[in-house]
C-alpha cells in the first residue's frame, strides 16, 4: 500500500510562504515610501534654503501690496464736509458740536482698544490699531459743547445722513464716519472713497464769510425737516 500524498500540508506550506514573501514586500514598499519622502523633504528644505532671500522679497513684496500706507492725518474733504455741512447744520436745530477725537494712529488706537481688556476702564472700541476709520482719517467722534452727551442722537444721526456721513452703532453713537460703500478691508488694502460734495454751494459760502447756516439755508438746500 502506497503512502498516502497529504495535500492539506503542502497547502499550509505554500500559504506560510506566501505569507513571509508577501509580508517583506509590504515592508518593503513601506520603507520605500518613507525614504522617498523623506527625500523629497530634504530637496524641498534645500530648495528653500537656497531660494530663501527670493523668498523673503517676493514676501515683502506682498505685504506692500496688500496694505498701503496710513494717512498722518483726517482727510481734508471729510473735515470739511463735519465743519461745512454736519456742524453747522446741526447749529440749526441747536446743536453745539465739537469733534473729540478725529484721526488716530495705530499706536493712539491700540491704546484704546486695549482700555477694559489689557488695561483698566471700559471696553470703547472693538477696533485694534490699522482696523478703525479714524486711522484712516474718514471718522470722527463728535459732543454737545452745552449738553454733552445728554442730546437727541437720533435726530443728530438724520443730519449726518443728510451730508453723507453714516452715524455709529447704539452704543457708539458719537461716532460719525465717511465709507462711501468701503468695507475696512478695502480701506487697508488702499482704496478710499469718492470724494463728499457738499448738499448746496451756500454751505461753502457761510463758511467761508464765518457766517452760519439758517433754517431757511437748508430748506433751499432740500434738507428735510429734522
Known sequence: MSPRFNYDSITTYYQKINKIYFSKHFYYI?????????????????????????????????????????????????LTQINDCFIPSAAVYGYSLRITSGFRTVAEQNQIYNQGRNDDGDIVTEAPGGRSIHNFGYAADVVDSNHEYNINWKRLAKIGAFCGLEAGDDWDF???????GLTTADFVTGSRPSPLMLPCAVMQKRAKDGQPLTLKDLQNCGAPKF
Open 30 to 78: 513601506v520603507a520605500g515610501v518613507f525614504l522617498f519622502c523623506v527625500a523629497g523633504l530634504f530637496l524641498y528644505v534645500n530648495y528653500l534654503r537656497d531660494n530663501r532671500d527670493l523668498a523673503q522679497k517676493n514676501m515683502c513684496d506682498a505685504v506692500t501690496q496688500s496694505f498701503a500706507p496710513l494717512p498722518t492725518e483726517i482727510n481734508p474733504n471729510f
Open 174 to 180: 458719537a461716532h460719525y464716519e465717511y465709507r462711501g
